[in-house]
C-alpha cells in the first residue's frame, strides 16, 4: 500500500489530462500535441501492461492516503485488457483524425477526445464506487460535447437527449452509492466485497445503479438514444463512443456484478440475460431496416452489446471470459466500422447504403476494412467474434442454459444478414461514375488496422486469456 | 532438426502457397496481366510441388503436423493424413488447371486483381479444411471458404448474381451456424475435437446417446448445405450465374468438395463409422443420400440452362460421396471417395466446357446447342468423356466409383442402393444424351448467340487445354484404376487404415 | 422520525419529483431543471444518510457531495449551452421525436409548422 | 505363336480400330488414317486363325485387373466377326463417295468395332462391359448416320434400349463381382450357381444382352435400325454385333454348371415364339432389309432357344455351344452377304448381267440361313437339332417338332426377300461409285459362305452328308419355296385374300403412340405440380404478409421507443423490475 515514487496507473491518467489541457490551450497545436500524446499514452499502457504481467494486479494510493479516505488505482487482468483496447482504439482513432478533422473542428475534437481518455483510464483504474461516478460522469460530459461537434440539428438534438440519459443514469448510480455507502460505509470496492449482504438497501441500490448503467450502456429497450446519437457524430467520435464509451459503463456494471452484488441474484441475472436476448434480437432487425450505413453500424452496437449481457445468467469463469472477449473484439470492429463508414461518407458524401456501389469499389480498402470487421461482429472465423462466441456457446451448453444458444444464433445469422447486404451492394456493377471526394490513404489504413487486429484477436486468443486471469477478476464469479 | 522443423511447417507452407499470393493480388493495379499471372500460376505450381513433396514424406512414413493454441485446450492443427492428402492433391491439381483456365476466361474483363485474390483465398480455404486436424480447425476453414466464395458468385454484380450471393450466403452461414453449434456442443461433451481414424466420441462420450444424436444431425446439416444434401441443395442451382471458373470452383474443387469431405470427417473421424451405426445414424444418411441423387437428376431433366443442368447434376453426383461414405463397409467406402475425386475431375471438365460455349458462342442454353460440336469439336468431346463419365459408363470415372458404390452396398447387404444407382444412371443418361445428340448430330442454327473469332482453333487456348486435361484425367483415372498412386489406390489405403484397428 | 431520516426522505422525494419533471416535460429547460433538482435530491440524501452513521462525524460524504456539486454545475452548463445552441438550430428547445400532443401541452406557442415538421419526421 | 506376342497382338485387337479411330478425328491424320481404317480388322482376323487357344494375360493396370484371352469360343466369334468388320470396312470406300462422310462414319464404324472385337477378347466382365458400352454407344452414330427422320427414330429407340440394356447388365455384373467375389469370368460362372441373388442376376443378365441379341420383346429396335443404318453398318449390326449380346450370354450365365429348368423353360419358350414372330412378322414387311432384321430376329430366336436347351441339359451344354458357335459363325456370314448385296442389286452402276449374277449370289446366303442342305446352316441345325432330341423335356419336345417349321419360316422370309429386291426395283437411292471394292468385299464374303461347310470340322463326323439326312433338310426348302410360289402366284393374280401389313417395330407402335405420351404428359405434370412457382409464391406471400405486419411492428416499435416519455418511463418501470426481484431474492 506504499506510495510508490512513481506510478505508471497515474501516468495513464495524467498525461491525457495534460494532454487535453495543452490542446485546449495551443490549439493551433492541437493536432500534433494530440497524437503525440497518443503515443505517448499507449506507450505508458504498454509499460503499465508489461508491469502488470510480471507483477500481477497492482494498488495504488494516490498520495498515500489509501481507501477508505483516500483514491486508489487498482489494476488487474481486465481493467488492463481496457485500458489496453482504449489506448489500441484510442490510438488509430486518433491518427485517423489526423487527417478527418479540418482546423475548426480539430480545435475542439482534440481537447475533448483527451479528456475522454482521461475519464476512460480513470474509469478503468478507479477502486472505489464514487470515483466510479466521478469519472463516469466526466466521460459522459465528453462524449455529449463530442457528439454536439458535428453540429446541425440531428446531431445537437441526439447531443441532448444523450446528456440527460447519462446524467439521469448517472444520478440514479449516485443514489446507489449513497445507499451503499450508508449501509457499509466505505465506497472500496474490495472493502465492500468483504462486507455487503443483502438487505434491502442493498437491492435498492442494485436496482438504481443496474438500471442506471444500463441506461448509459443502451441495453435494450433503453438503446434509444444510441442510434441518434452514435450515427450523426463524426466518424471518429462515433468509433469513440460506440467501441469504448458504452462498454465504460458495461465495465462498472461488470465489476459491481462481479464484487457487490454476486450473491445469488438470480432472478435478476435472468431478467439481464433476456434483455440482452431481446436487444441482439431487436437490434439486429432494425439494423437490417436500416437504410443508412451509419445508423446500420449503430443499430449492430446495439444487437452486440446484447451479447455481453447473456454472460450474467450463465455466471461462469468461461461466460465471464467470454463476454469480456466479445467485448474486446467488439470494440475493435465496431472502430473499424464506423471509420470506414466515415470514409465511405467523406469520399461519396453520402451513406444510403443502396447506393453504396458508386463507392464502395474505388475505396476497396475501407470495404475491406468494414468487410473483415463485420465478420468478426457475424462471429465468423477468423476474427475475435468467433473465439468470444465459441467461448459463450461452450458456456451456455455447459451451463444448460440452451435458449441462450438459439438467441446466440439468430443473433449471428441477423448480423450476416445487414453486413452481407452492405457488401452485397459493393459489388454491383456502377455504371453511373461519381463525383468523389480523394480519402487521405492514412484513414484508410487506420481502419483496416483496427480490422486486422479484430481479426488477429481470433488467433491469438490465448494471450488475451491469459492476461484475463492477472488478480482473478472473475475468480468471484466463477462455477 | 531441420527435418523435423519441415514437418512441422510443410503443412503451412501449403497453406501459404495460395494465401500469400493471393494477398499479394488484391494489392496488383488491374493492369498488371503479367505479374497477377506470375503470381496466380507460380503459387498454383509451387502448391503442387509441395503437396508431391507431401505425398511423398507421408508415404515414407513422415508425420506432418502444424499446432497453434487457438484457446486453451484448443488448437488449430494442421495435419497430413491419408485422407486430407486425397482432397489437397485434388484441390491443387485441379486449381492449377483452374487458374489457367481463369485467366483465359476473364481476360479483359473488369476486377480481375480482386476475382484472383478471392480465388487464392478459396483455395487456401479449402485446403485449409482438408488438412485439418481437428473439427475445431476444420471449423474455421470451412467458414472462412464460405465467406471468400461469396466474392466470387457475385463477382459479376448483376442482380442474378448478387441475388445467387445472397441465397449462397443464407444457406451457408446457417448452415455454418449449425456446425457450429454441433462443435461446440460436442467439444463439451467430448472435450476434444481431434480427429482420429475410427472416430473419437465412441471413445471419450459415455451415455448421451440423444445428444450425441441431435449432435450428429447438427453437423451433417451443418456440412451437408456445402454438400447440397437434399433440402439444403437450394443454393447450388442459383450459384451458376456465376461465372464458369467459379462454377468449376464450387462444384469440383472447393465449396461442394469440401462438404462432402465434411460428411467424410464426421462419419470417419468424428463418430466412427461403427459408433455411427451403433447410434442408427448412418442408415438414415445414406438414405438421405440415395433421395438427393435421384431427386437431383430428375431436377437436372428438366433444366434448359446448360449450367442450370450441370449443378443438379452436382446435387446428385455428390450425394455419391455421401452415400459411399454412409454404408458401412470399405467397399463402399472405397467407392465414396474416390468419386470425390472423380467427380471433381468430371464435372470440372463439364464446366470449362460450358464455358467455353458461353465464353466462345454466347451459347447457355441447352436449345441453343444445336450442332455444336461442329463448331467447337474438341470442346464438346471432352464435354463428351464429361458426360459419359457421369453416367457412370466404363472405362471413365465415374463407372469405377459407381462399380465400387454397388459392389459395396451389396457386401453391406444393403440390396436397394443398387436400383438407386441404375435409377440414377438411367436418369443422368436421359439428361446428358440429348446433350449430347444436339450437339453432335443436329444441324447447326445459321448464327451463334454471340460468337467470337480466335482463328484457326476453335477458342483460346487457355479455356481449351483445361477441359482437355480434365477430360483426359477423367478418361485415364478410369482406365487405369488400378495403377500404382492412382486415386484408387490411394483410396484403398486410406480405407485400410479406416477399417483395419 | 428522527430529522436524520426526514432529510433522507425528503431527498428521495426530490429524486422522484425530479424524475417526474424530467419525464412530463418537453422542454429541455425544464429537464434541466429536473436534472438539477434530483442532484440535489441525492445531496440531500448522502448528507442526511452519513449523519445518521455511529461515526459522529464523516468527512467523506461532503467530500463526495462537494465533487458532486461540481460535476452538476458542469453538466448543467454543457446542457444549457447545447439548449442553446439546439435552439438556435432548429428553433425549438424540445428534444427531437417529440410527440405534437406532447408539444401543444407543453408549449401553447409552439407554430404549427414545426409540429408538422416533426410529425413528417416521425412518419 | 509364342506368349511374347500374346499380349501385343490381342492388345492390338481392340487398340488398332481405336487408334485410328482417333486419328481419323484429328484433322492433319485424317488422309493417312483413311487408308488404314477399312483393315482395321484384318489383325484380329489374322489373330483368330493363328492364335492357339487357351491363353489368357492379365492387366493389373486396366480398371480392376483386366484380363485378356483367346480360348475356342473367342475363336469362333472372333473369325466371324472379324471378317464381316473387315468385309465391310472394305465394302464402305466404295459405299461413300466423299471422303468427309467416309471419315465421319468410318469412326463411328472404328469405335463399334473396338468395342465388338474387345468384347471378344476380354477375359472378365469389366472389361467386356467396357468394350460392350462402347459399341453400344459407337452404333448410335451408325444408325443414325442418313439423319432421315427413319434414322433418327431408330436412333432414339435404340439409345433408350441400350441405356436401359446398359444399366440392367450394371446391376447384374455387380450383383454377380460380389457373388463371385472376383470378375473373371471363370470364376463368375461357378459362383454364379450357388449366388443368392441368382435369379435376379440371371434374369437382368438375358434382358440386358437380349436387348442386343434381339430376343423377343426388346427387339423392336432390331427392324427400325437395320435398314436406316448405311449398308456396311447393317451388315455388322446384324451379322456381328447382334452376336455380341449372345456371346455376353455364354461367357458369363452359369450354363452347364448346374439345371435351370425354369429359365431354360422361359428362354426356350421365348425363343420358339421369336422365331414364328418374327417371320410372320417379317413376311408382312416391303422392305427387304427390313424382311432381313426380322429375319434376324427369328435366327437369334433359334440360338435363344438353344441356350434355354442349355438351362434345361448342363450336361449336353459342350455339345449345344457347338451348336451355337455354329449357328452363330454362318449366320453372321450369310446375313452379312444378304445384307451387302441388297445395295448392289439396286443400285443405278451395276449392270445388267452383274444384277443377275448377284440375285444368284443372294440366293445361296439365303439358302444357307434356311438351312438348305449342304449349307453351313443345315449344319447348325442339325447340332441343334440332336442335343434337342437327346434332352427329354417338354419343352425341348417342342423345339425338336418345330425346329424344322423354323426352316420353313426363314425359308419364306427369303423368299419374300428375294422377291423385295428382285431387279424390276430400280429405285436406288445410294450412288455407288467405286463399285471394284464392293465386288471384292462381296465376293470374299460370298466365297466364304460357300466354302464354310468344308472346313466346319463336324460335318464328316457326323455323316451329315447321307442321303436321308440331306432330305430331312431339303424338304422344309421345298415346301417353303413351293408355299411361296403358290402365294406369289395368287397375289400376282389377285386372288391373294391377305392385305394387312404390321408396321415394322410392330410392339412398340402402341408404346410409342399411347404409353409414352400420357407417361411423358403426368411426369412433365407433376414435376411442374412440384417444382414451378405456383407453390411457391403462395408460401411467399403469406411470408410477405407476416413480414409487412412485423415491419409495422418494428417502425411503431422503435419510433416509440425514441419518445423520451416513453424511454424514460421504460427507465423507471425496469428500476422497479429489479427491486421486485431482489425483494424476492431476500424475503
Known amino acids: 500500500m506504499l506510495a510508490q515514487s512513481f506510478s505508471w496507473q497515474v501516468t495513464v491518467i495524467i498525461l491525457p489530462l495534460v494532454a487535453a489541457l495543452l490542446c485546449f490551450m495551443l490549439p493551433k497545436w492541437g493536432r500534433w500535441l494530440g497524437l503525440v500524446m497518443a503515443f505517448a499514452i499507449t506507450g505508458s499502457v504498454i509499460v503499465l501492461a508489461y508491469q502488470v504481467m510480471n507483477q500481477g494486479a497492482l494498488r495504488y494510493a494516490v498520495g498515500g492516503w489509501g481507501a477508505p479516505l483516500g483514491i486508489d488505482l487498482y489494476v488487474d487482468g481486465l481493467s488492463l485488457l481496457m485500458l489496453m483496447v482504449v489506448a489500441l482504439v484510442g490510438l488509430v482513432v486518433s491518427v485517423y483524425s489526423m487527417a478527418y478533422f479540418k482546423a475548426g473542428k480539430a480545435v475542439h475534437f482534440w481537447p475533448l477526445w483527451m479528456l475522454l481518455w482521461t475519464a476512460m483510464n480513470a474509469l478503468f483504474l478507479s477502486a472505489d464506487i464514487f470515483n466510479l461516478y466521478v469519472t463516469l460522469e466526466l466521460l459522459g460530459l465528453a462524449a455529449v460535447a463530442l457528439v454536439a461537434l458535428a453540429g446541425g440539428v440531428d446531431a445537437l438534438g441526439a447531443a441532448m437527449r444523450y446528456l440527460l440519459v447519462s446524467l439521469l443514469g448517472s444520478l440514479c448510480y449516485l443514489l446507489g452509492v449513497a445507499l451503499l455507502y450508508h449501509s457499509f460505509g466505505t465506497v472500496d470496492i474490495a472493502l465492500l466485497a468483504e462486507r455487503v449482504e443483502s438487505t434491502p438497501a442493498v437491492w435498492a441500490a442494485m436496482a438504481l445503479m443496474t438500471v442506471g448503467l444500463l441506461f448509459k450502456t443502451a441495453l435494450f429497450p433503453l438503446h434509444f438514444w444510441l442510434p441518434p446519437a452514435h450515427a450523426s457524430a463524426p466518424a471518429p467520435v462515433s468509433a469513440l463512443l460506440s467501441a469504448l464509451v458504452v462498454k465504460a459503463s458495461f465495465y462498472i456494471l461488470l465489476r459491481l456484478w462481479l464484487e457487490v452484488f454476486s450473491q445469488d441474484s438470480t432472478a435478476a441475472a435472468q431478467l439481464l440475460g433476456v434483455l440482452g436476448a431481446a436487444a441482439v434480437l431487436w437490434g439486429g432487425v432494425q439494423a437490417l431496416r436500416q437504410t443508412r450505413l451509419k445508423m446500420l453500424i449503430a443499430y449492430s452496437t446495439v444487437s452486440q452489446i446484447g451479447y455481453l449481457f447473456l454472460v450474467f445468467p450463465l455466471a461462469s469463469l468461461m461466460a465471464w471470459q467470454a463476454g469480456l472477449y466479445l467485448l474486446l473484439s467488439h470494440a475493435l470492429a465496431k472502430a473499424a466500422m464506423f471509420l470506414a463508414a466515415g470514409n465511405i461518407l467523406c469520399f461519396g458524401g453520402h451513406d444510403r447504403i443502396a447506393d453504396l456501389d458508386r463507392v464502395a469499389q474505388r475505396l476497396p480498402l475501407s470495404l475491406t476494412a468494414f468487410a473483415l470487421a463485420g465478420v468478426s461482429s457475424m462471429g465468423l472465423p477468423f476474427s475475435g467474434g468467433f473465439i468470444g462466441k465459441w467461448m459463450l456457446l461452450d458456456a451456455a451448453l455447459q451451463s444448460g442454459q440452451w435458449w441462450w444458444v438459439a438467441v446466440i444464433i439468430v443473433g449471428g445469422l441477423l448480423a450476416a444478414a445487414y453486413i452481407f447486404n452492405v457488401i452485397g451492394h459493393s459489388f454491383t456493377r456502377a455504371e453511373i461514375s461519381h463525383e468523389a471526394k480523394p480519402v487521405p490513404a492514412i484513414m484508410e489504413w487506420s481502419a483496416l488496422v483496427l480490422a486486422l487486429a479484430a481479426v488477429l484477436m481470433g488467433l491469438f486468443a490465448s494471450w488475451p486469456l491469459a492476461v484475463m486471469d492477472i488478480g482473478a477478476p472473475f475468480g468471484g464469479g466463477g462455477s | 532438426m531441420y527435418a523435423i522443423n519441415w514437418d512441422v511447417w510443410l503443412p503451412l507452407c501449403i497453406l501459404a502457397s495460395s494465401l500469400l499470393p493471393g494477398l499479394l493480388i488484391f494489392f496488383l493495379p488491374e493492369e498488371r496481366v503479367v505479374m497477377r499471372t506470375l503470381l496466380n500460376l507460380g503459387g498454383a505450381s509451387l502448391k503442387l510441388v509441395l503437396v508431391g513433396i507431401l505425398i511423398w514424406g507421408v508415404f515414407n512414413g513422415h508425420h506432418y503436423e502444424f499446432r497453434f493454441s487457438l484457446l486453451p485446450g484448443l488448437d488449430l492443427v494442421l495435419r497430413a493424413d491419408a485422407l486430407s492428402l486425397l482432397f489437397v492433391a485434388l484441390s491443387a491439381v485441379l486449381w492449377l488447371i483452374t487458374t489457367v483456365y481463369a485467366i483465359g476466361y476473364l481476360e479483359g474483363s473488369p476486377h480481375r486483381s480482386r476475382f484472383f485474390g478471392f480465388f487464392s483465398l478459396c483455395v487456401t480455404a479449402t485446403v485449409g479444411v482438408a488438412l485439418a486436424g481437428n473439427l475445431m480447425t476444420f471449423l474455421l476453414f470451412f467458414e472462412m471458404l464460405t465467406l471468400v466464395t461469396y466474392p466470387l458468385i457475385v463477382h459479376r454484380g448483376t442482380q442474378e448474381a448478387r441475388r445467387a450471393g445472397r441465397i449462397y450466403l443464407a444457406y451457408t452461414v446457417a448452415g455454418g451456424t449449425s456446425l457450429l453449434v454441433g462443435t461446440v456442443w460436442l467439444y463439451g461433451l467430448a472435450g476434444s475435437l481431434e480427429f482420429t481414424s475410427q472416430g473419437f466420441v465412441a471413445d471419450l462420450v459415455t451415455g448421451h446417446r440423444v445428444e450425441l444424436v441431435i449432435i450428429f444431425v447438427l453437423l451433417i446439416a451443418g456440412v451437408g448445405v456445402k454438400a447440397a444434401l437434399l433440402p439444403l441443395h437450394g443454393w447450388l442451382p442459383q450459384a451458376m450465374v456465376a461465372a464458369a471458373p467459379v462454377s468449376a470452383l464450387l462444384h469440383a474443387v472447393a465449396v461442394v468438395k469440401a462438404g462432402a469431405f465434411g460428411i467424410v470427417r464426421v462419419v470417419y473421424d468424428v463418430y466412427g463409422i461403427d459408433f455411427a451405426v451403433s447410434l442408427g445414424v448412418a442408415l438414415p444418411l445414406a438414405i438421405l443420400a440415395a433421395v438427393t441423387i435421384l431427386y437431383g437428376s430428375v431436377r437436372a431433366l428438366f433444366q434448359d440452362d446448360l449450367k442450370r443442368r450441370l449443378a443438379f447434376s452436382t446435387v446428385s453426383q455428390v450425394s455419391y460421396i455421401v452415400l459411399g461414405t454412409a454404408i458401412v463397409g470399405p467397399v463402399a467406402a472405397v467407392g465414396g471417395l474416390v468419386h470425390l475425386v472423380h467427380q471433381g475431375v468430371m464435372k470440372i471438365t463439364l464446366f470449362f466446357c460450358a464455358g467455353n460455349l458461353a465464353e466462345t458462342l454466347g451459347v447457355h442454353k441447352i436449345s441453343e446447342m444445336d450442332g455444336v460440336g461442329r463448331r467447337m469439336p474438341w470442346t464438346m468431346a471432352a464435354f463428351t468423356i464429361g458426360a459419359f463419365g457421369m453416367i457412370g459408363a466404363p472405362p471413365m470415372a465415374g463407372f469405377i466409383s459407381k462399380w465400387y458404390l454397388g459392389l459395396g452396398a451389396l457386401e453391406a447387404g444393403q440390396g436397394w442402393v443398387v436400383p438407386v444407382l441404375v435409377g440414377s444412371s438411367l436418369l443422368n443418361a436421359a439428361y446428358f444424351l440429348p446433350v449430347l445428340y444436339r450437339a453432335w448430330f443436329k444441324v447447326p442454327a445459321a448464327s451463334w448467340p454471340a460468337e467470337r473469332s480466335f482463328g484457326r482453333v476453335e477458342t483460346s487456348l487457355a479455356l481449351l487445354l483445361p477441359p482437355l486435361i480434365t477430360a483426359f484425367l477423367s478418361l485415364l483415372l478410369g482406365l487405369l484404376a488400378s495403377a500404382p498412386f492412382s486415386p484408387l489406390q490411394w483410396v484403398r489405403f486410406i480405407i485400410t487404415l479406416e477399417y483395419v484397428p | ?123 | 505363336m509364342n506368349s511374347a506376342l500374346t499380349l501385343p497382338s490381342l492388345l492390338l485387337i481392340p487398340v488398332l480400330p481405336l487408334l485410328l479411330a482417333i486419328a481419323l478425328m484429328l484433322p492433319p491424320l485424317r488422309r493417312f488414317a483413311l487408308w488404314f481404317a477399312p483393315w482395321a480388322a484384318l489383325p484380329a482376323l489374322v489373330v483368330s486363325l493363328l492364335m492357339v487357344p487357351g491363353v489368357s494375360v492379365e492387366l493389373p493396370w486396366l480398371l480392376f485387373g483386366s484380363y485378356l484371352g483367346f480360348d475356342e469360343t473367342a475363336g469362333v466369334f472372333l473369325f466371324f466377326t472379324a471378317l464381316l468388320w473387315l468385309v465391310a470396312g472394305v465394302y464402305s470406300t466404295g459405299y461413300f463417295s466423299e471422303s468427309c462422310s467416309r471419315a465421319w462414319f468410318l469412326s463411328w464404324f472404328l469405335l463399334a468395332m473396338a468395342g465388338n472385337l474387345g468384347l471378344i477378347v476380354a477375359q472378365d466382365m469389366v472389361l467386356f462391359y467396357t468394350f460392350f458400352t462402347l459399341m453400344s454407344f459407337a452404333s448410335y452414330g451408325l444408325v443414325i448416320f442418313q439423319r432421315t427422320p427413319e434414322a433418327l427414330r431408330a436412333g432414339r429407340i435404340y439409345i433408350i434400349l441400350a441405356v436401359l440394356g446398359e444399366v440392367m447388365l450394371f446391376a447384374a455384373l455387380v450383383l454377380a463381382a460380389r457373388a463371385a467375389g472376383s470378375i473373371e469370368f471363370v470364376a463368375v460362372q461357378s459362383a454364379l450357381a450357388e449366388a443368392a441373388l441368382r435369379d435376379w442376376i440371371i434374369g437382368l443378365m438375358l434382358l440386358g444382352f437380349g436387348i442386343k441379341a434381339g430376343v423377343i420383346g426388346l427387339h423392336v429396335w432390331l427392324p427400325l435400325a437395320h435398314p436406316v443404318a448405311p449398308t456396311p453398318a447393317s451388315a455388322v449390326l446384324s451379322g456381328a454385333m447382334i452376336s455380341a449380346g449372345l456371346l455376353g450370354w455364354l461367357r458369363v450365365l452359369p450354363l452347364g454348371e448346374l439345371a435351370l429348368p425354369g429359365w431354360g423353360g422361359v428362354v426356350l419358350a421365348a425363343g420358339l415364339l421369336a422365331i414364328f414372330y418374327a417371320a410372320f412378322v417379317g413376311l408382312l414387311q416391303r422392305d427387304a432389309k427390313t424382311v432381313l432384321a426380322y429375319s434376324s430376329i427369328s435366327t437369334m430366336g433359334v440360338m435363344t432357344a438353344a441356350l434355354g436347351l442349355g438351362f434345361i441339359a448342363p450336361e449336353n451344354w459342350p455339345l449345344i455351344l457347338a451348336a451355337i458357335l455354329v449357328y452363330a459363325l454362318q449366320h453372321g456370314l450369310a446375313k452379312a452377304a444378304l445384307f451387302l448385296g441388297v445395295d448392289m442389286v439396286t443400285a443405278a452402276p451395276v449392270s445388267k448381267w452383274q444384277r443377275y449374277l448377284l440375285i444368284a449370289g443372294l440366293l445361296l446366303p439365303a439358302l444357307s440361313l434356311a438351312g438348305a442342305p449342304m449349307t453351313s446352316g443345315m449344319i447348325a441345325k442339325y447340332l441343334l437339332h440332336v442335343q434337342a432330341a437327346s434332352v427329354a423335356s417338354f419343352w425341348a419336345g417342342w423345339l425338336q417338332v418345330l425346329l424344322p417349321w423354323s426352316s420353313v419360316a426363314t425359308c419364306l422370309l427369303m423368299a419374300r426377300f428375294l422377291y423385295l429386291v428382285w431387279p424390276r426395283q430400280r429405285a436406288g437411292s445410294v450412288v455407288v461409285v467405286k463399285t471394284r471394292m464392293m465386288w471384292l468385299s462381296w465376293t470374299v464374303l460370298f466365297m466364304v459362305v460357300v466354302l464354310s461347310p468344308g472346313f466346319l470340322p463336324f460335318s464328316a463326323a457326323e455323316g451329315l452328308w447321307l442321303p436321308e439326312k440331306l432330305a430331312g433338310a431339303l424338304w422344309p426348302v421345298v415346301f417353303a419355296g413351293g408355299l411361296a410360289a403358290v402365294i406369289y402366284w395368287l397375289a400376282k393374280h389377285g386372288k391373294w385374300p391377305f392385305h394387312f401389313r404390321i408396321a415394322s417395330g410392330d410392339i412398340l407402335l402402341p408404346v410409342e403412340r399411347v404409353l409414352w405420351p400420357v407417361l411423358h404428359a403426368m411426369m412433365l405434370r407433376s414435376y411442374r405440380t412440384l417444382f414451378k412457382r405456383r407453390f411457391l409464391l403462395s408460401i411467399y406471400r403469406r411470408v410477405g404478409q407476416c413480414y409487412s405486419g412485423l415491419v409495422f411492428l418494428l417502425e411503431a416499435g422503435e419510433n416509440g421507443f425514441r419518445r423520451w416519455a416513453v424511454g424514460a418511463s421504460l427507465f423507471l418501470v425496469l428500476v422497479m423490475i429489479f427491486m421486485f426481484l431482489a425483494w424476492q431474492i431476500i424475503f
Open chain 3, 1 to 123: 422520525m428522527s430529522s436524520d431520516l426526514f432529510y433522507a426522505l425528503t431527498g428521495a422525494s426530490l429524486f422522484t419529483l425530479g424524475l417526474y419533471a424530467l419525464i412530463k416535460h418537453a422542454h429541455i429547460l425544464r429537464k434541466i431543471l429536473a436534472i438539477n433538482v434530483m442532484g440535489s435530491g441525492v445531496f440531500l440524501l448522502l448528507v442526511a444518510l452519513a449523519a445518521g452513521g455511529q461515526q459522529a462525524f464523516d468527512p467523506v460524504p461532503h467530500a463526495m457531495v462537494i465533487t458532486g456539486i461540481v460535476v452538476a454545475i458542469s453538466a448543467t452548463a454543457l446542457a444549457l449551452a447545447l439548449m442553446l445552441r439546439l435552439r438556435e438550430a432548429s428553433g425549438l428547445a424540445v428534444l427531437p421525436d417529440t410527440s405534437p400532443e406532447e408539444l401543444s401541452e407543453q408549449l401553447p406557442e409552439a407554430p404549427s409548422d414545426v409540429a408538422s415538421k416533426n410529425n413528417g419526421k416521425n412518419a
